[in-house]
């Protein structure tokens, strides 16, 4: 199964669905390269968030109440069949022309595809490492320390970049923004708005992944500092879509 930096994996659950029917696919980001993490072209890797409820008043993990394709991949065992689709996905692939800068907003597991980005650009020892001369930007944002992913890899991504890659946490439970309040990547994106948009002007790309509920905080930050600045978001939003510059992967 061949795949690049950006698609997704459809990952389909053993067993039925309460209607009697299979389960419905799911589809996640993948997280490496498209030489897989042992560098083999034979393996791909996940970034999953492990679905439990648990009863406010017991204090228990209900299993009635997990996610079945999370707590699926989270169980499995070596030697398991697992049945997978795919790959799917054009929207989030890296720009064909090797100079461009591209900026990447995640929250929590939507560092998936980026890690498959950076480890591309700054890690592997291959021609697309070599001719990549744009500057990358991540910003991810996780409720507290300890749920930022992948923390070593960045940090070693970041001496390997010489430069060329730029990490801003939002840690929101733990920083604040220039009011006071917790720090989103929003509050990050309106607080370098001067920087996002000289980007961004000069043909940057930017991709978005993470829960949907990001986006419209997302957007209104970007609507707010764009009329801040004399710039018509509306106007600016279209324009950016149009050539290939916005990229947007919610679930």
């Not at 009635?64 to 692939?93: E, R, Y």
């Amino acid at each position: 199964m061949h795949y690049v930096e950006g698609q997704s994996l459809s990952v389909i659950p053993p067993g039925i669905a309460e209607n009697g029917k299979p389960h419905k696919p799911r589809l996640y980001s993948i997280a490496s390269t498209r030489y897989g993490d042992l560098l083999d072209g034979k393996t791909v890797s996940l970034c999953v968030r492990q679905a439990e409820y648990t009863d406010p008043e017991t204090g228990t993990v209900d299993p009635t109440k997990a996610g079945v394709c999370s707590n699926f991949l989270c169980n499995v065992q070596k030697g398991d069949t697992v049945s997978v689709a795919g790959p799917v996905g054009k929207t989030m692939l890296l720009p064909e022309d090797p100079s461009t800068d591209i900026i990447m907003v995640a929250t929590g597991t939507g560092i998936a595809p980026f890690r498959g980005f950076l480890h591309r650009l700054f890690m592997e020892n291959t021609v697309a490492r070599h001719m990549y001369t744009g500057n990358a930007w991540l910003i991810l944002g996780v409720p507290v320390t300890g749920g930022l992913l992948y923390p070593q890899e960045l940090e070693l991504m970041q001496e390997n970049a010489n430069g060329n890659l730029e990490v801003s946490f939002a840690i929101s439970r733990e920083m604040k923004n220039a009011s006071g309040g917790k720090l989103y990547v929003q509050d990050i994106l309106a607080e370098r708005s001067a920087d996002l948009f000289s980007k961004l002007d000069s043909g940057a790309v930017i991709y978005f992944c993470g829960l949907k509920g990001m986006m419209p905080g997302i957007l209104e930050a970007l609507e707010r500092v764009a009329t801040q600045n004399d710039v018509d978001w509306e106007t600016k939003f279209n324009e950016l879509k149009a050539n290939g510059q916005w990229h947007v992967e919610v679930y």
